[in-house]
């Protein structure tokens, strides 16, 4: 069985809103939080790191983790849509927007309080390396969830300006929410081979955890429905290769190149 | 929904004080602006741990330490500087007794 794709999926998550949440970095709302969003995207690239380190040893030749995260173009990446979006209300990919801080929790929120779930899961994972790689990465998570959280029932909570910001990034990325339990074919053989964890079974106990956050911080919860994004199926938006753009460009130009 | 919230240059300070692995005591290392003590705590955790400096955080709103007054100085600290006999340098300390 080939569990790389099931690992870069994984792995890409964290890479691609790691990089995303970088973003902030110098431009936080207050210091403190511009400290947090960093330590947190660093926590993400750690996991990736360790992730991608696998799948360089399963390939072989000369794939590294570099390889991976800097060599690999838009379709061969495997992560969530919601993931790759930027910090905005909808935007074309080449738009400018200002950076909006309820995106970023809303986002942080959806996604953690999936995989304190995914990871804790995965800590019974067959392969031994994953279920170590998931314990180290569930108190990373925990914590990020602690954050979001909290910060999601303050704006929430807050004042107009703020529920009105935080209730329209819930409205615009709910949906794409759809694809966590749309399995792809990754999943469906990690699941098989008893390394991968079936994500409808979590569904019912991540529905739990959001509504009573989103109860709490006094917002709607949306239906969440409508066009399904395939990013974990190789099936991007435009906004992936801008991410990629910036964050592939050094390496590219200068391949090899060490500090 | 509570419009009466603070306004970010309203947020309190905070002093923050960090036991380490090792330490026996926590020490004060820094403060900084947060609306209540759970963010405190949270801010605290995120600017002043994160190289492993500690495992148990205390934060304390400073408007709530009582100091004293700078022009106290002399009649407070002054007097103990010739009483170098309240200092236990004179005794040998043996090994056993560790950590005083």
């Not at chain 1, 399963?58 to 849509?81: I, P, S």
């Not at chain 1, 909808?90 to 309080?113: C, E, H, K």
């Not at chain 2, 709530?64 to 170098?84: C, M, Y």
Request: net charge negative.
């Amino acid at each position: 069985m080939d569990r790389t794709p099931y690992l870069l999926h994984l792995a890409d998550n964290a890479l691609i809103l790691g990089q995303r949440n970088a973003e902030w970095c110098g431009h936080g709302p207050v210091l403190e939080e511009d400290i947090a969003l960093a330590n947190m995207s660093l926590d993400l690239i750690g996991q990736a790191r360790l992730l991608y380190q696998e799948v360089a040893k399963d390939r072989g030749g000369d794939c590294t983790e570099d390889t991976l995260a800097y060599f690999r173009d838009t379709a061969a990446f495997r992560n969530y849509t919601l993931l790759e979006l930027p910090h905005s209300g909808p935007v074309v990919g080449y738009g400018q927007a200002q950076r909006d801080y309820g995106v970023t929790i809303v986002r942080n929120f959806l996604y953690s309080a999936l995989m304190v779930l995914v990871w804790d899961a995965l800590q019974g994972s067959h392969d031994k390396t994953l279920a170590a790689i998931a314990e180290k990465s569930l108190k990373e998570t925990r914590y990020h969830l602690r954050h979001a959280r909290d910060w999601l029932v303050r704006l929430g909570d807050g004042t107009d300006e703020s529920q009105r910001r935080t209730q329209a990034a819930l409205d615009y990325l709910f949906p794409f929410t759809q694809e966590f339990w749309a399995q792809s074919p990754a999943e469906s053989e990690a699941v098989k081979a008893g390394i991968g964890v079936d994500l409808t079974s979590l569904r019912e106990d991540w529905d739990d955890l959001v509504s009573a956050a989103i109860a709490e911080a006094t917002l709607v919860r949306p239906s969440g429905q409508g066009y399904l994004s395939q990013g974990k199926f190789g099936q991007h938006s435009e906004h992936l290769d801008y991410v990629l753009a910036e964050m592939q460009s050094l390496a590219r130009a200068h391949p090899g190149a060490t500090w | 929904m509570n419009n009466n919230t603070k306004q970010l240059k309203d947020w309190p300070l905070w002093e923050v004080f960090v036991r380490s692995k090792q330490g026996l005591e926590h020490k004060h290392c820094g403060s900084l602006h947060a609306a209540d003590a759970r963010q405190a705590l949270d801010m605290a955790r995120d600017v002043y741990t994160r190289r492993q400096e500690g495992v148990s955080i205390w934060v304390v709103q400073s408007s709530q330490i009582v100091a004293n007054r700078p022009d106290e100085k002399g009649e407070l600290f002054d007097p103990s500087a010739d009483k170098i006999y309240r200092h236990p340098t004179f005794y040998e300390i043996p090994d056993e007794v560790g950590h005083m």
